[in-house]
């Protein structure tokens, strides 16, 4: 099956995860109250197994020939968002044009990316697409909070150096590198506590969406900044990859984590930070919606 028909199936098949999310979310299994926990094990315990996993497989000279190119892709991508970003939202009120910033640089390559790179391209995609992140944390955490802060200069590392995801990436080169490898119980431990990722994370992203109106996400704000994330800038990524020539594996990787929807950190962020959270809620509702019909699109262009 090509991957068009990979990304259909995939995309249907998180469609049902985050119906039942949404039923999760009316009949009180999952609660805002108790979804923290959820969350917590999803960003702590599955997401970083997912991760540490892709890098205990077999390993060739091709993928460290193409580990450099997405990491300065993954680079370029965010960075060239911050301009464009930064250009097309000048004339917003402060608290609403950090939000919209924000979510022009980030997509919801991690909680939702991974999860897709892992139905459609296995293994080895998630390598890949756990390099790509590397650039993207830490310039989320980094220039991305700072984009929120009324005074420049206060960024913490502290987020960055603690996340799970980042610490497993450095532990998954170094296994990656030396050869090593735990013992086999161990490797299908992690593996199995990963596969619980793609599903959760949906259904977390379905309880979200059920607690928000159809009728209130689809603001003019709201629209412009989906179109931005799942439409322009997955077509410049393209365009950087064609001029790169990296049709490979690793460019087709980049350019399906680019063209997921507004991160959902822009909520969690904007709210810490005296931001616009309702458009953040907003943006991140219809762009998910939204990205189930044009991520399959998308990847025609492949």
Not at 62 to 76: E, T
Not at 99 to 108: I, K
Not at 273 to 281: S, V
Request: proline letters at 4%.
């Amino acid at each position: 099956m090509d991957i068009f028909g990979r990304m259909v199936n995939t995309q249907s098949l998180l469609l049902l995860f985050i119906l039942l999310g949404v039923v999760c979310q009316k009949t009180g299994i999952i609660t805002r109250e108790n979804r923290g926990g959820f969350n917590n094990f999803l960003l702590n315990i599955t997401l970083p197994a997912m991760i540490l996993n892709s890098f205990l497989g077999e390993v060739g000279p091709d993928a460290f020939a193409q580990a450099g190119l997405i990491l300065l892709v993954s680079a370029l991508v965010c960075l060239g968002a911050w301009g464009l970003g930064s250009w097309l939202w000048r004339n917003q009120p402060g608290h609403q044009k950090s939000v919209l910033v924000f979510a022009t640089m980030f997509s919801n390559a991690g909680n939702a990316g991974l999860p897709v790179i892992s139905l459609v391209f296995g293994q080895a995609g998630l390598l890949y697409a756990a390099l790509y992140l590397i650039p993207v944390r830490v310039i989320m955490w980094s220039l991305g909070v700072r984009i929120f802060q009324k005074e420049r200069g206060k960024g913490s590392w502290k987020p960055l150096l603690l996340n799970p995801s980042i610490l497993v990436v450095f532990l998954g080169l170094f296994l990656m590198l030396t050869g090593l490898r735990p013992p086999e119980l161990v490797q299908t431990a992690i593996r199995r506590v990963g596969d619980i990722t793609g599903p959760l994370a949906m259904i977390l992203i379905g309880t979200t969406l059920a607690e928000m109106k159809l009728r209130e996400a689809f603001s003019l704000q709201a629209w412009l900044l989906s179109i931005i994330r799942l439409i322009v800038m997955p077509l410049i990524t393209l365009g950087a990859l064609l001029l790169l020539r990296a049709e490979t594996l690793a460019g087709q990787v980049a350019f399906v984590l680019c063209a997921m929807p507004v991160a959902t950190n822009t909520v969690v962020l904007s709210e810490r930070y005296g931001a616009d959270h309702l458009l953040a809620g907003k943006a991140v509702f219809l762009s998910t919606l939204l990205s189930l019909l044009s991520v399959p699109l998308l990847t025609l262009l492949l």
